[in-house]
């Protein structure tokens, strides 16, 4: 039976914050780091804010559109990176408590700003062997609290948000031919340094080498899903790919000879949320009547690990 995104959602701080209103000790300023990164601004997290906080209003949101009650979810699987605890326990149980989804099965898993891509990977195998009927996809990150501010090579990039999703297992009459899948996915560890957090709890970055990186893997990510599925560049509706920087999608979309106009970009108004940039994407796409029948999205992520992930997505 395949798989469906029944519902979408988001949740974000309060306080957005514009280039302009930076550190001024930071040295830089508003027309550099967009004209670098097609960053305006972002979210950053008050007082209150967490993962856990993040991530219950973003499910919440999608269980309400979809009309499906807590107790419906079979599974609930969070991928972030700031999780409210280190080690344990998950944030995806905290946020199981907060949403009154008492029957699922839930964990944390962590592959930086692949996770949703792996997250709905693994949840798409376990609703297919464990016969569930939905399963809870929430990517939830609160980065500032990992940011040197006053490294202005990092700390002008991130942003805090979480996006969710809403799995579905339908009968094929019933997905009428949409579904998830297929899905490629990668690692390469010998490039672990390139993007960590250092001996100080902060993210560390090799811009160079994270950027050839992300070309590189976005590149061929796509390749490797058009190829299996047969796909042309007219078949694809959206190439939704990791909101990390514009200059990174422009560069992907030169290499693959495609128009960069059908490239979703996000990251002006949110900077890099990792996992959840995807995801958060997605809700604002389908709250703009993106995400119609008989839509295509090609996903394409990257990040630090080195990890690598895609799918298709046809609603």
């Known amino acids: 039976m395949p798989v469906i995104i029944r519902s979408t959602g988001k949740a974000v701080p309060a306080r957005h914050c514009t280039n302009a209103e930076l550190p001024a000790e930071l040295g830089t300023s508003d027309e550099w780091i967009y004209s670098h990164t097609g960053i305006k601004a ?37 991928s972030t990176t700031t999780p409210a605890y280190i080690g344990l326990p998950s944030t995806a149980c905290l946020i199981q408590e907060q949403t009154g989804a008492v029957n699922a099965t839930c964990f944390d898993l ?21 016969q569930l009927d939905y399963a809870l996809i929430v990517s939830t990150e609160v980065l500032s609290g990992i940011c040197d ?53 902060f993210i560390q970055m090799d811009g160079h080498a994270v950027y050839d990186f992300a070309v590189a893997s976005m590149t ?39 128009d960069f106009d059908k490239f979703v970009r996000k990251m002006g108004d949110y900077g890099n ?3 959840a940039s995807i995801p958060v994407a997605l809700a604002d796409m389908d709250a703009e009547g993106k995400l119609t029948k008989g839509t295509v999205v090609v996903l394409a992520a990257f990040g630090a690990g080195l990890t690598w992930g895609g799918a298709v997505l046809r609603f």
């Open 42 to 78: 972002r979210y950053l997290a008050g007082e209150g804010d967490t993962a856990v906080s993040l991530g219950t209003e973003a499910c919440r949101k999608v269980l309400a559109k979809a009309g499906v009650t807590p107790d419906q979810v079979g599974l609930l699987l969070c």
């Open 110 to 130: 962590t592959a930086a700003c692949s996770g949703f891509v792996y997250a709905v990977n693994t949840a798409v195998g376990m609703m297919e062997c464990n």
């Open 149 to 201: 501010w006053t490294d202005r090579s990092t700390c002008v990039l991130f942003g805090d948000a979480a996006g969710a999703v809403l799995l579905q297992r339908v009968s094929d009459a019933e997905a009428a031919g949409a579904g998830i899948g297929p899905f490629v996915s990668g690692s390469d560890g010998s490039g672990a340094m390139a993007l960590f957090l250092n001996e100080k709890g």
């Open 220 to 258: 061929k990510i796509i390749r490797d899903l058009m190829e299996k599925e047969h796909l042309t560049e007219s078949d694809v509706d959206y190439f939704v790919c990791h909101q990390a920087n514009e200059r990174i999608l422009k560069a992907s979309a030169k290499r693959l000879g495609y």
């Open 273 to 275: 949320t990792s996992s």
